[in-house]
């Protein structure tokens, strides 16, 4: 493709223009952007925002647009380090992006339930978790229907519904921190903690 | 678009003065990969009172801009013959010849001063072939704004010659772990891997960045009450409110281009759907459900449809849908997995992650389908999350490898990529700020 560069016409009208804006041969036209600027100087300005507010953008220039002045990250970002909560029953463990309670997790969904049943003042949450893979908000509300999962089991095993809540992690808490099926496994999990 | 209007505007003053009906403008072919590069040379600045080494810094940030865009060629100020100074400020010309010797085809000059916390900045492009002026501005601010000032100046450079106003001052909020806390904390960085620092510091889970498109606020999911809901954080006076309390887990996916709802995902009774609510406050709407998890709601930049994620049909695949109206259509295909689409402010493409070959990858597709393309994969590790940058043609993605990743931008042809900010921990959810 040849040409790309023909600036000829434009650059002679528009410097032209500019040229008898400025009244003068010698001098030409600089735009002011200040915030005293000539309200005209605005005037082919578009702000690149959109909808309310967005107008703020071009003429009083910076002052609106940069944010003040920011203190230094307080900490840069880091090494992982996620905590657990200890729980005495066994996590419920699921297939990749599947929320099914398996029979292993029915087990365990028995054993909670009938602690529940003799314990009736306890109050239970279920957290959902998942494994490293897939994006975080997918993540996010597949560890919820992991956890609801779990949490229609146990009621269908005799638990009142008002002792359990839940709360999904997605893939931001993993108990195991490797990068391997094993810890995968052990990652996608329905966790619990009693409140 | 938007800034072809300005764009307009802008031209329309120059013409009412000489009506002309046709004038070709110096141009770049932004779509022609490989095409030939504007020679550009940025002199020295010309400082009044301040500190002396704005000289260079300043045209160093100019330059710098300049180069990631790919489409100039800086012409080194080792070669450079002429000292520019005041005078070239009030009537003295340049002597054109003398860089169109070593190379260039532009210049741009520069001045600066800076009283107590005033700080004033005059720069100009000029045509060194025709000796004219092709754009000039004069900003004033205080001096921390600086890098933004000479940021705008580089926008008009390429919008000068492009015709598509530039990216440069924009900024990717994002999550990753920070040191200490077990958390995750929202970070904000410029395009130019510039002033990183942290938006929240609350050290509980900070997640899923949304920026309003006038830039002035970023829609968040916090943990910090011990369940997530979702705030909406002024980026400028750390203002901040809460928007959406309802529903178990939630994730903001976009605004509408007015600013008036925002678009999420809310999860009730473990069943996620799209809901959109009123940013000034009220009720959630939903706007797409069904049995399956539908999450990451992307508007498209006329506001009547979006793309989202659903595993109605077994896998996670992307959607799009006219808000309001029954029916979608599945856009992604030949992947069992398919999530956090961005549709580009552009219009024509949307950008979302596809498992392939056990990877996560970058792909982008039309938005009725057709034209599914490849745009960032790595042999050794996973690149997901994309978001398109203002104009269009950038993609920002995360990189991950082994639980390390980085943040990476790749132009939307996939040709072109750099790394954004490297050594993050668990980093996801970059979004691009709208243009500035």
Redesign the interface.
Same mark, same amino acid.
């Given at each position: +493709?040849k040409g790309?560069?023909?600036?000829?016409?434009?650059?002679?009208?528009?410097?032209?223009?500019?040229l008898? !804006?400025a009244g003068c041969a010698?001098?030409?036209?600089?735009?002011?952007?200040?915030?005293?600027?000539a309200p005209g100087a605005a =005037?082919?300005? =578009?702000?690149?925002?959109?909808?309310?507010?967005?107008a703020?953008?071009e003429s009083p220039?910076? =002052?609106a647009? !940069?944010?003040?002045?920011?203190?230094?990250? =307080?900490?840069?970002?880091?090494?992982?380090?996620?905590?657990e909560r200890p729980s005495q029953f066994d996590d419920v463990r699921f297939d990749f992006?599947k929320?099914e309670v398996k029979d292993e997790g029915r087990k365990t969904c028995q054993v909670v339930a009938d602690f529940m049943k003799k314990n009736p003042k306890a109050k239970l949450l279920i957290e959902g978790h998942c494994d490293?893979?897939?994006?975080?908000?997918?993540n +996010?509300?597949?560890?919820?229907?992991r956890?609801?999962?779990v949490?229609?089991y146990l009621v269908s095993l005799g638990v009142p519904k008002a002792d359990l809540s839940?709360?999904?992690?997605?893939k931001?808490?993993p108990l195991d921190?490797g990068?391997n099926e094993e810890a995968w496994a052990k990652n996608r999990r329905a966790h619990f903690v009693l409140k | 678009m938007?800034?072809i209007?300005?764009a307009a505007?802008?031209?329309?003053?120059?013409?009412s003065?000489?009506p002309?009906p %046709?004038?070709?403008?110096?141009?770049?072919?932004i779509n022609?990969p490989g095409?030939?590069r504007?020679p550009i040379a940025v002199a020295d600045f010309v400082v009044g009172p301040g500190d002396p080494s704005l000289s260079r810094r300043i045209p160093k940030i100019l330059s710098d801009d300049l180069a990631l865009t790919e489409l100039f060629d800086l012409v080194p100020s080792t070669a450079h013959m002429e000292t520019v100074t005041a005078a070239h400020f009030s009537?003295k010309p340049l002597s054109f010849p003398g860089w169109k010797m070593i190379g260039a085809?532009a210049v741009v000059i520069g001045n600066v001063s800076v009283r107590g916390d005033r700080l004033?900045v005059?720069m100009?492009l000029y045509?060194a072939?025709?000796g @004219?002026?092709?754009?000039?501005?004069?900003?004033?601010? @205080?001096p %921390?704004?600086l890098r933004?000032?000479v940021h705008?100046f580089a926008n008009e450079i390429v919008f000068t010659f492009t015709g598509v106003?530039g990216v440069f #001052?924009t900024e990717i909020a994002f999550?990753?772990?920070?040191?200490?806390?077990?958390g995750?904390e929202i970070?904000i960085v410029g395009m130019d891997g510039q002033?990183?620092?942290?938006m929240t510091?609350n050290r509980s889970?900070n997640?899923?960045p949304r920026w309003?498109?006038?830039?002035?606020w970023v829609a968040y999911?916090s943990?910090r009450t011990?369940?997530?809901n979702i705030y909406l954080r002024n980026?400028?006076t750390g203002a901040e409110k809460e928007v959406v309390r309802f529903g178990?887990?939630?994730?903001p996916?976009g605004f509408s281009?007015?600013?008036?709802w925002l678009f999420a995902?809310v999860?009730v009774? #473990?069943?996620?759907d799209i809901y959109r609510v009123r940013v000034v406050g009220g009720t959630l709407e939903k706007v797409a459900d069904g049995w399956g998890?539908e999450?990451?709601p992307s508007p498209s930049p006329d506001g009547r449809r979006i793309a989202f994620?659903s595993?109605r049909g077994g896998?996670?695949q992307v959607y799009v849908k006219s808000i309001g109206a029954a029916g979608e259509t599945r856009i992604s295909n030949g992947t069992n997995?398919a999530?956090?689409p961005s549709w580009s402010p552009a219009g024509d493409r949307i950008a979302y992650?596809a498992?392939s070959g056990g990877r996560?990858v970058i792909m982008t597709v039309a938005p009725d389908g057709s034209g599914s393309r490849d745009v960032a994969s790595a042999p050794d590790g996973?690149c997901?999350?994309p978001s398109f940058s203002?104009d269009g043609r950038s993609l920002v993605y995360t990189y991950r490898k082994?639980?390390y990743s980085s943040l990476k931008i790749i132009s939307s042809d996939g040709r072109r990529q750099r790394t954004l900010v490297s050594?993050?921990?668990?980093?996801?959810?970059p979004a691009w700020s709208?243009?500035?």
């Open positions: +493709m790309t560069f023909s600036w000829k016409w434009a650059v002679i009208v528009v410097s032209i223009a500019a008898m !804006a010698k001098k030409q036209t600089v735009k002011s952007e200040g915030a005293q600027g =005037a082919g300005q =578009a702000a690149p925002g959109a909808g309310a507010g967005a703020v953008k220039v910076p =002052a647009a !940069a944010p003040a002045v920011q203190p230094p990250p =307080a900490a840069a970002p880091g090494i992982a380090v996620t905590e992006d929320s490293e893979r897939g994006t975080p908000e997918y +996010m509300a597949l560890g919820e229907r956890a609801t999962a949490m229609t839940t709360v999904s992690f997605g931001e808490k921190p990068h | 938007r800034t209007g300005a505007g802008v031209l329309l003053v120059a013409l003065l000489f002309s %046709a004038f070709p403008v110096l141009y770049i072919d022609s095409g030939k504007m009537g085809e004033s005059e100009r045509d072939t025709q @004219t002026l092709m754009v000039g501005k004069r900003y004033s601010g @205080t %921390a704004q933004s000032i705008r106003r #001052g999550s990753a772990r920070s040191g200490k806390s077990r995750k970070y002033d990183l620092r942290k510091d889970f997640l899923f309003s498109p006038d830039g002035q999911t943990y011990g369940v997530p980026v400028s178990g887990s939630k994730a996916g281009p007015d600013g008036v995902g999860s009774a #473990g069943n996620s998890l999450v990451s994620v595993d896998s996670p997995y999530t956090s992650t498992r996560f996973d997901e999350d203002p082994r639980g050594g993050l921990v668990d980093a996801g959810s709208p243009g500035r």
